[in-house]
């Protein structure tokens, strides 16, 4: 199973506009900013998916996502909590511990490595593996 979640949103901006010579074209301005956050599981395995459209992204947001996702998902759930809280450690150590808890699991000190496991074809597979031997057969 996969998971991840995306923003997507707008941002009005002024753009050039057309006029008769001489005349000083009335454009009113207003800065929008909206955006739409979707969260989303998928098992390509099975062919089944799914998603949230949320209006924030943040705790309480992925809270009710996860949710969902283990409702429906049962038997990834307890990984995929894991490695969730496993990279919440490099973006906040207090926030990873405080899901960590109320997840019932225990604190890890990182994310699982290696974390991007994808190797283009034409690639030297070391440089993306770090130093470690790569067991991509």
Not at 4 to 31: K, M, T, Y
Not at 81 to 101: I, K, N, P, S
Request: glycine fraction near 8%.
């Amino acid at each position: 199973m996969a998971q991840d979640e995306g923003c997507f949103g707008r941002i009005n901006s002024l753009r050039r506009a057309w006029a008769p010579e001489h005349v000083r074209p009335q454009v009113p301005r207003q800065i929008v900013r909206e955006y739409t956050y979707v969260y989303a599981a998928v098992d390509p395995k099975d062919g089944r998916i799914t998603f949230l459209i949320l209006p924030y992204t943040n705790t309480d947001m992925m809270n009710i996502f996860l949710k969902q996702v283990s409702e429906e998902f049962s038997s990834y759930f307890i990984v995929m909590q894991q490695r969730m809280v496993g990279l919440l450690t490099q973006v906040d150590a207090g926030l990873a511990r405080q899901v960590a808890e109320g997840l019932g699991l225990p604190v890890p000190k990182g994310p699982e490595q290696p974390i991007n496991q994808g190797v283009p074809p034409d690639a030297d597979q070391k440089k993306y593996q770090g130093n470690r031997e790569s067991k991509i057969h």
